[in-house]
Each structure stands twice: as structure tokens, then as C-alpha cells.
């Protein structure tokens, strides 16, 4: 079997974010169809590398590139990333107030196409048909989005923009924090879901724990420690982070902290 294209590829990335320098030379590469965990002590520079990936002007690239199937995105606009195929899954998603959860799936869905004549049917029958896979209420979607959501509403919710908009590529941040363990399994399934009818997808997710790969089952594993990856490896590798921690993964461990 022929190996499958390298879909996300980062290769020495620099980043600051008001002169503090937050990413210190990252590499990795994602071909097309596998899922790749990335874990990280709090601070490590997890979130920055998500919100640099989809080209948040807050973070200057001081020095390397992204390549998305094969082309140079370093300089893109977020929109021209998403139009693109590349979706992300925020950590904390904010709140539209005044907008549901159904009008943003429309037009998010209008933008990915590149079109707006999806009909006000054709969207709906799509989202009962996911709401339905993913086990979620349909009521839902007439909520406003993100507001007054649970943790775990949030999450389902992300992971219904991502079934819908059908990403080349999408990145989730923290799919795990503040979830209970039902709602952990109900993301786990539901990203299993979607992979289901997308064997080209190639997932990036960033997350502190074991239990979420227990679902995801990752094909790569990597490790950021102070802005950079310093060990890939399979499965195995967040079973040793578990373990162990990461302090076995930094070079100095810092004194009296
Ligand atoms: N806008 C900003 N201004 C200043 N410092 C920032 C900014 N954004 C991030 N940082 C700093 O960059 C470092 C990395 O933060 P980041 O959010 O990427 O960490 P993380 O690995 O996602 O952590 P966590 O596991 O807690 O989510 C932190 O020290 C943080 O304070
Ligand atoms: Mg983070």
C-alpha cells in the first residue's frame, strides 16, 4: 500500500505573540487519514501552535512554514485557510449572541463551499442526519450558539460544525477539558463517527489525557515541551507521558517549581 500524502505539514515554526516567544522551532507533519495526538504541560505553546495553524493575527511567525496538501499557507489569511479545508475546533468557543447554532452551521457551510445556495431544507435534513449520528437533541441547533452551553454541549457542537463542514484537515483543542466522562465517550464516538465517511481526514487533537486517546486511538503521538516537539511516538508514548509526567521529556527541569 502506497503511504498516504502528507496532508499538515509544520517544519521549524517560530512564534511570538507580544515579543514572547512561544514557539521555538516545532516540527510535524499529518498525512491524510490519520489522527495525531499532541500533548503538552500547560503553557507549552498547545494553543498557540492551533491558533498560528489557522492564521490568528495576534501571532507573528518569526521564522519556518506550513504546508497544507502541498502548499504553503504560512501567509494566509484564516479565511483563505478555512476555505481551504483546515478547521479548528477552539478551546474555549465563544459565545454569538443573537445567532443559532442552525443560522452559523448555514453559512459556515455556504463559506466551505463557496457557495450560498444551500436551502434552508437542504441544511436542515443534513443537520438531523448528523444531530441523529452524533446522539445529539435537535432541538439544539435553535439554541443561540455557544450560549449558556455546557461543556460538553459545546464540544458536541464542535464536533457537528466539523461533521458538516467536512474538513480536509481540522485541528481540536483540548476536546476533553471540563468534560465528563459520558461526554468524553460522546466526543471519542462522535469524531469516530465522522471518520466513518472520511478516510482522507487527518485530525490533529490536543489534549492532556490518556481517556481521550483511549477513544481516538491516535496513529502518532507527539510531545511539546517549551514551544517545541520533543518526542513522537505511537500510542504507546502518551501511556508512558501518563505514567511518568512530562518532566521526563524536558532537557532542564526547572529548579523549585
Ligand atoms: N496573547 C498572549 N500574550 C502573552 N502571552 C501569551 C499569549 N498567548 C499565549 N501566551 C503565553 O504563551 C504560553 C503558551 O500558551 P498556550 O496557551 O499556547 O499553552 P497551552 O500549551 O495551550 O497550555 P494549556 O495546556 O494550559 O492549554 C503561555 O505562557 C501563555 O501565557
Ligand atoms: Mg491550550
Known amino acids: ?43 507549552s505553546g498547545k494553543s498557540t501552535l492551533a491558533n498560528v495553524l489557522l492564521g490568528n493575527p495576534a501571532y507573528e511567525i518569526t521564522k519556518g512554514r506550513i504546508r497544507f496538501q502541498g502548499e504553503d499557507i504560512t501567509g494566509l489569511s484564516p479565511g483563505d485557510r478555512a476555505a481551504r479545508g483546515l478547521f479548528l475546533g477552539f478551546q474555549h468557543p465563544e459565545e454569538i449572541p443573537g445567532v443559532s447554532v442552525f443560522s452559523f452551521l448555514r453559512q459556515a457551510m455556504a463559506i466551505r463551499k463557496g457557495i450560498d445556495n444551500f436551502s434552508v431544507l437542504e441544511v436542515r435534513l443534513k443537520i438531523m442526519e448528523w444531530t ?72 490533529l ?3 492532556h489525557y490518556q481517556r481521550m486517546l483511549d477513544y481516538l486511538a491516535p496513529d502518532v503521538v507527539h510531545v511539546l515541551v517549551d514551544g517545541r516537539v520533543v518526542a513522537t511516538g505511537g500510542p504507546e508514548l502518551a501511556k508512558q507521558v501518563e505514567r511518568d509526567g512530562f518532566d521526563a521529556f524536558r532537557s532542564e527541569t526547572p529548579v523549585g517549581t
Not at 503511504?3 to 509544520?10: F, G, K, P, R, V
Not at 521549524?12 to 498525512?31: E, F, K, M, T, Y
Open 132 to 203: 441523529k449520528r452524533l446522539g445529539m437533541d435537535n432541538r439544539f441547533t435553535e439554541r443561540y450558539l455557544n450560549e449558556g452551553f455546557s461543556g460538553g454541549e459545546r464540544k458536541r457542537n464542535e464536533i457537528l460544525q466539523m461533521a458538516l463542514l467536512e474538513p480536509a484537515f481540522a485541528i481540536l483543542d483540548e476536546t476533553d477539558s471540563g468534560l465528563d466522562i459520558d461526554a468524553l465517550k460522546a466526543v471519542g464516538d462522535g469524531i469516530a463517527e465522522v471518520r466513518k465517511d472520511r478516510a482522507d481526514l487527518g485530525i
Open 205 to 207: 487533537v490536543i489534549t
Open 1 to 43: 500500500m502506497a503511504m498516504a500524502e502528507i496532508s499538515l505539514e509544520i517544519e521549524d515554526l517560530h512564534a511570538q505573540v507580544d515579543g514572547n516567544v512561544i514557539l521555538n522551532g516545532v516540527s510535524l507533519a499529518v498525512p491524510g487519514g490519520e489522527v495525531h495526538a499532541l500533548m503538552g504541560p500547560n503553557g
